[in-house]
T-cell receptor, first 115, second 115 residues
Framework: AQSVSQHNHHVILSEAASLELGCNYS??????LFWYVQYPGQHLQLLLK??????LVKGIKGFEAEFIKSKFSFNLRKPSVQWSDTAEYFC?????????????FGKGTKLSVIP | KAGVTQTPRYLIKTRGQQVTLSCSPI?????VSWYQQTPGQGLQFLFE???????NKGNFPGRFSGRQFSNSRSEMNVSTLELGDSALYLC??????????????FGAGTRLSVL
């Protein structure tokens, strides 16, 4: 079974600071990787995904993530955060080769951006 | 296109009661998954339905059950409620073929409080 760990529970940044949220997964086979965001009072939304190909993927709202297979990592980045990025961010993985599309989530990282 | 719709949005129940939650997937999506979100355990997979059949099940007791109807709408039921069942229950739907079947779209959730 796969597992996901997110290194930071709560990150506090000032506007315009750069962001990097760590995500590591454990699974020996092929995985699909996702970052979801949950804004206060809203539903989970897909930020970006990686299935195959270029390990640097771009998502919505200026976010990007890099898949490093050797490190089992899929870190989320944004060069300059805005107050509106305040939200909780979840890294997730599924392993379709195992016949399952269910998502395994990390515990989430709460991002607070100070104006 | 309407998103994933979950009803009701809020529920208050007492220990020992049972509860039924409903989920209408995005039109054309035939796979429906359920997740439980709590502050302590994060997001955990409950089960997935496809074409009225349970395809995958997470590690939850038998008090948690679900079903899917021919129109892809899904319900989940929790019997003999316990205080620890208080959580946000999320439903997600996905398309049933191609690479899109890996992408899950989430509803706003039903917040269940057990007193």
């Amino acid at each position: 079974a796969q597992s996901v760990s997110q290194h930071n529970h709560h990150v506090i940044l000032s506007e315009a600071a750069s962001l990097e949220l760590g995500c590591n997964y454990s699974y020996g086979g092929t995985v699909n990787l996702f970052w979801y965001v949950q804004y206060p009072g809203q539903h989970l939304q897909l930020l970006l995904k990686y299935f195959s190909g270029d390990p640097l993927v771009k998502g919505i709202k200026g976010f990007e993530a890099e898949f490093i297979k050797s490190k089992f990592s899929f870190n989320l980045r944004k060069p300059s955060v805005q107050w509106s990025d305040t939200a909780e961010y979840f890294c997730a993985v599924n392993a379709p080769g195992a016949g399952s599309y269910q998502l395994t989530f990390g515990k989430g990282t709460k991002l607070s951006v100070i104006p | 296109k309407a998103g994933v719709t979950q009803t009701p949005r809020y529920l208050i129940k007492t220990r020992g009661q049972q509860v039924t939650l409903s989920c209408s997937p995005i039109s054309g999506h035939r796979s429906v998954s359920w997740y439980q979100q709590t502050p302590g355990q994060g997001l955990q997979f409950l089960f997935e339905y496809f074409s009225e059949t349970q395809r995958n099940k997470g590690n939850f007791p038998g008090r948690f059950s679900g079903r899917q109807f021919s129109n892809s709408r899904s319900e989940m039921n929790v019997s003999t409620l316990e205080l620890g069942d208080s959580a946000l229950y999320l439903c997600a739907s996905s398309f049933n073929s191609g690479i899109a079947k890996n992408i899950q779209y989430f509803g706003a959730g039903t917040r269940l409080s057990v007193l």
